[in-house]
């Protein structure tokens, strides 16, 4: 499986973006999804995670009320819409896959594929 992020790119503070994670060579469907951040000199950190049929969320206490995860498996996507954005939220966001066997997880070992990465700057 293939995962593509987009949507990232320089917003002030307080503003909104929306990432897209589009996958390929399989079927989204068959996968937990979960967003990821890491920021310079900092270790990867969890944002957010959903499960395969979209019915439980998970989100980091950073994000909560602000973040929201989505997906569409018609479309073999996942989003992470970014509310109310603060400087600390600068990093680059990675998408990733894991196998649906399982619910949700926090843990970057519990997935299989991950994304590129693409880059969210907000300015304060």
């Known amino acids: 499986v293939q995962l593509v992020e987009s949507g990232g790119g320089l917003v002030q503070a307080g503003g909104s973006l929306r990432l897209s994670c589009a996958a390929s060579?399989?079927?989204?469907?068959?996968?937990?999804m979960g967003w990821f951040r890491q920021a310079p000199a900092k270790e990867r950190e969890f944002v957010a995670t959903i499960r395969w049929s979209g019915g439980t969320t998970v989100y980091a206490d950073s994000v909560k009320g602000r973040f929201t995860i989505s997906r569409d498996n018609a479309k073999n996507t996942v989003y992470l819409q970014m509310n109310n954005l603060k400087s600390e939220d600068t990093a680059v966001y990675y998408c990733?896959?894991?196998?649906?066997?399982?619910?949700?997880?926090?843990?970057?070992?519990?997935?299989?594929?991950w994304g590129q990465g693409t880059q969210v700057t907000v300015s304060s």
């Open positions: 990733a896959a894991g196998p649906a066997i399982m619910s949700t997880s926090t843990t970057p070992r519990a997935y299989y594929y």
């Open positions: 060579g399989g079927t989204l469907g068959s996968y937990f």
